[in-house]
Each structure stands twice: as C-alpha cells, then as structure tokens.
C-alpha cells in the first residue's frame, strides 16, 4: 500500500511547460506500476503515461514526444515533465499506483491515488 500526494500544477499559457510531482509515501514494501492520469471536466479519465517498477515507461499517443515520466526512487518521487503544452492538455492530474504490474494505462487496473493537481493551459 501507498500513499499518493500530487504538486507543481498551475496556469501556463500555450507551448510553456510544467514539471508535476508525485510524493511517495509507502505504507508495505512492494513492487508498483506508477503512472499519471488526467480528467477533463464532462470527460472520462485516462492514463497519459506509466511507468513500471523496471523503468519502462508508455505514452498514449497525444503526449509521445511532448511528456516524459519518470521516478526518483532515492527522494520517493514521481515526475511527470510537460512541455510544449497545449489548451487540449488542460485537466486534472493524478497520480496512481498499482500493487502489481500492469502493461496498460486503465484506470481500473490502478489501486491507490492522489488527491490530484489542476493544470490549465490557456491560448
């Protein structure tokens, strides 16, 4: 089990970056898949990029290129580098774990998360 605490989102305007940030608390020892989602208002969530506890990391396909993950397991956290940022990119942001591996970004397939981060991107 993990606890899940999200930072560093905001207000950019379009094709500026962020840098989101994800504190790892862990509650049992364990091997977990991490991965950020994000939500829209009126929209359902999806999973923009994963990463796994052997550090291989997946994208869908509007962020490849724009987006990168990636974890510090020595300060316990979870990054998600934003850049090239666009208004479509504007949602709330979670943070997720799961307890064992998983190859896809499904919500459904995650157990713990994060309370979220708000990031906006206006034109």
């Known amino acids: 089990q993990v606890q899940l605490a999200e930072s560093g989102g905001g207000s950019v305007q379009s094709g500026g970056s962020l840098r989101l940030s994800c504190a790892v608390t862990y509650v049992t020892y364990g091997s977990y898949s991490m991965a950020w989602f994000r939500q829209a208002p009126g929209k359902e969530r999806v999973g923009v990029a994963g990463i796994a506890s052997h550090g291989t990391s997946r994208y869908i396909d509007s962020v490849k290129g724009r987006f990168t993950i990636s974890q510090d397991n020595a300060k316990k956290t979870l990054y998600l580098q934003m850049n090239s940022l666009k208004p479509e990119d504007t949602a709330m942001y979670y943070c997720?774990?799961?307890?064992?591996?998983?190859?896809?970004?499904?919500?459904?397939?995650?157990?713990?998360w994060g309370q979220g981060t708000q990031v906006t991107v206006s034109s």
């Open positions: 997720a774990a799961a307890g064992s591996w998983v190859a896809s970004l499904n919500s459904k397939e995650y157990n713990f």
